[in-house]
């Protein structure tokens, strides 16, 4: 075994590198190859050619994309929806966190905590049910509770307008006992001499939350926030698809890059397209994630991704 | 100066604190109910009479109690019960599987003597800084490994995270190298000594990704929405989908089984007992489970 070398580590490690050999071969056939099949973008697809073997056709597929009027539109949704749903999210989250914290005792912050971390653990499908026992319009029961009070039912699936709030209400309400946990675990590391010092000198509680909670929260905070930032490209596919489906009605205000790629991809199969609007998310997504972490490292090494 | 040294347990001052008592809870209370009350909703409205819906919506409280819709559901339960079988299937197979290769795979890239682990970790994390996008993964998947209408697919694709390997990586790292290099000085093999003494020492965590891997396969519809045409080979969570969206093909269905004679059949009702069928056994497990997921997600939240 004394044998030098990359054949030797070969040798040497052998067992471990078969150990490895299963997760290796999925990488490379699920994300790996199809990374390289980026080049579709790029390429008028035929099925005999394949991904690899396609003509090229220049950036035809790209002027088609931008093109269609549709490439702002869907930027513009994925990214501001994204921005709504970090500050709302996060905001609730380390509000209920500190609450869980200061108020709540043994069995109460047992209770709160197992009530708010229950939409965590449904299907976009089942969430999507539930909006639609509330949003119907002739059954739903915000319709129904409009009824109660002599006003006009309103149609929820065919306006448009209602739907960045509906959206940004539902991303929160799933979220929020799961973003709290994360926060409460936070809280809950912070060292307790401090809150004893603040004690003895006689700080109230709202001084506690505002001068000792607060502050120490916030690097946690940064960072977390950075790296959702990261990711202000990618929509939650299952969210916008249960939600809104195939509506048309409602795509000015609900379309996300991540809907448009698959409804190019399905129903109109323009597979050029569809890849050059998958193209122009990867190279968005990977610069943001690149920009984000830069900012996170020169912030606080440790926690940087890379 | 000297009554202030009298040490107070903390919650326990004045009129602040009893200010902050109140608001708090009601704000909690609130935002809990928010999130639970939704569910009572589709429950009652399950069990209303279809007639009631129609006439005044769903409403919070049944008006008028019926079980008919759940009668329906369990009088010709084929497809349901077919789609119950794929959705447990597939999580078990999925869940033992990935949680076997997940905890291999972290195992490797927590030994500290192993030269190439750092580039090991950077070739699996990057995947999830870039990706190819729908396409690609979509083509690879239908023309080039042949894997629609098939149940590898809703397995495959969900096996292996990214993020549950580092997790698992990090569990793995407070294990003393001590055991390890004892075990390898009697001997034993890299294999072995994963599989009888690192498995058993990891069991915490591997019961906490475990839950989580087994979740994502129980709620997951994407994969069969994308690959999935065969009736025989529908989970649970795509079925429902369908019938959500679909509730003429339903009726055809069941008039084709001999369920009804004709088109007499309360659709409203009929969605919400399948979404309430759909989430029993979440909402039976959640008691038991949740703990494992928060200790998963501190674990996650402090990560080393």
Same mark, same amino acid.
């Given at each position: ?107 109460? @912050? ?14 976009? =499908? ?11 319009? !002739? /059954? ?25 709030? *509906? ?90 890059? %991540? ?48 | 100066?000297?009554?202030? $040294? ?21 704000? &909690?209370?609130?935002?809990?109910? /928010? ?6 909703? =589709? ?17 919070? /409280? ?17 497809? #349901? ?44 994390? /990057? ?26 697919? &809703? ?16 569990? +793995?790292?407070?294990?003393? !190298?001590? *055991? ?5 000085? !009697? ?23 475990? #839950? ?31 019938? $959500?969206?679909?509730? %003429?093909? +339903? @009726? ?7 369920? =009804? =004679? ?34 998963? $997600? ?7």
């Amino acid at each position: 075994m004394n044998r030098k070398g990359f054949l030797g580590d070969l040798v040497k490690y052998r067992t471990l590198l078969l150990m490895l050999l299963p997760a290796v071969l999925f990488f490379i056939v699920f994300a790996y190859i199809p990374m390289a099949g980026i080049v579709l973008a790029f390429k008028q697809f035929t099925y005999e050619g394949g991904i690899f073997g396609s003509p090229w056709n220049g950036l035809d597929n790209f002027r088609f994309f931008f093109e269609s009027g549709q490439a702002w539109q869907v930027t513009r949704n994925t990214a501001l929806y994204n921005i709504a749903f970090i500050v709302v999210n996060n905001l609730l989250q380390i509000t209920m966190a500190i609450l869980l914290f200061e108020v709540a005792h043994k069995w109460s @912050r047992k209770l709160f905590q197992t009530m708010l971390f229950l939409p965590y653990f449904i299907s976009w =499908v089942v969430v999507g049910a539930i909006a639609y026992n509330l949003f119907s319009y !002739d /059954f739903g029961l915000i319709n129904v509770i409009l009824n109660t009070f002599g006003m006009e039912p309103i149609d929820i699936y065919n306006t448009a307008a209602y739907w960045p709030y *509906i959206l940004v209400i539902v991303s929160a309400w799933k979220a929020v006992g799961y973003g709290s946990i994360m926060y409460l675990a936070a809280i809950t590391s912070i060292d307790t001499e401090m809150y004893e010092a603040a004690e003895i000198d006689g700080a109230n509680v709202f001084q506690r939350i505002f001068r000792i909670t607060i502050p120490n929260l916030i690097p946690t905070v940064i960072i977390l926030v950075l790296l959702s930032i990261g990711n202000i490209f990618r929509g939650d596919f299952g969210m916008f698809y249960n939600m809104v489906g195939n509506n048309g009605l409602l795509f000015s205000n609900t379309d996300v890059i %991540d809907t448009f790629v698959f409804r190019s991809l399905t129903s109109s199969n323009d597979i050029g397209m569809s890849s050059a609007a998958g193209f122009y998310q990867s190279i968005l997504g990977f610069a943001t994630i690149l920009i984000a972490n830069y900012v996170v490292r020169r912030y606080d090494k440790d926690r940087a991704l890379f | 100066m000297s009554a202030q $040294l009298t040490s107070k347990s903390p919650g326990r001052t004045g009129r602040d604190e009893k200010l902050l008592q109140i608001l708090g809870y009601i704000l &909690l209370a609130a935002i809990s109910l /928010f999130c639970l009350v939704p569910f009572i909703l =589709v429950l009652s409205s399950s069990l209303t009479e279809e007639s009631s819906i129609i006439k005044d919506g769903y409403q919070l /409280f049944p008006s008028v109690f019926s079980l008919e819709a759940y009668k329906l559901l369990f009088e010709f339960p084929g497809q #349901l019960i077919k789609a119950y079988m794929v959705t447990i299937s597939v999580t078990v197979v999925g869940t033992v599987v990935g949680l076997f290769l997940t905890s291999m795979t972290a195992y490797a890239l927590a030994r500290k003597d192993f030269k190439w682990r750092n580039g090991f970790s950077f070739f699996f994390f /990057f995947t999830t800084l870039f990706s190819g996008g729908l396409v690609p993964w979509y083509l690879m998947i239908v023309n080039y490994l042949q894997l629609k209408d098939t149940f590898l697919i &809703l397995v495959l694709p969900m096996l292996l995270n990214v993020f549950y390997i580092i997790v698992m990586k990090s569990f +793995m790292n407070s294990i003393p !190298d001590a *055991i390890t290099e004892s075990a390898k000085i !009697d001997g034993a093999g890299d294999f072995l000594i994963y599989l009888r003494l690192i498995l058993p020492l990891t069991k915490p965590a591997l019961a906490t990704i475990g #839950l989580f891997i087994a979740l994502g396969y129980w709620n997951d519809w994407y994969h069969a929405m994308l690959f999935i045409t065969n009736e025989n080979l529908m989970p649970l969570q795509y079925y429902l989908y369908k019938m $959500l969206g679909n509730m %003429d093909g +339903m @009726r055809k269905a069941m008039v084709a089984s001999g369920a =009804v =004679v004709n088109l007499q059949i309360p659709t409203e009702s009929l969605k919400m007992a399948m979404t309430i069928v759909a989430i029993g056994p979440i909402l039976l497990v959640y008691p038991f489970i949740q703990r494992y997921f928060v200790k998963g $997600l501190t674990i996650g939240a402090v990560k080393g």
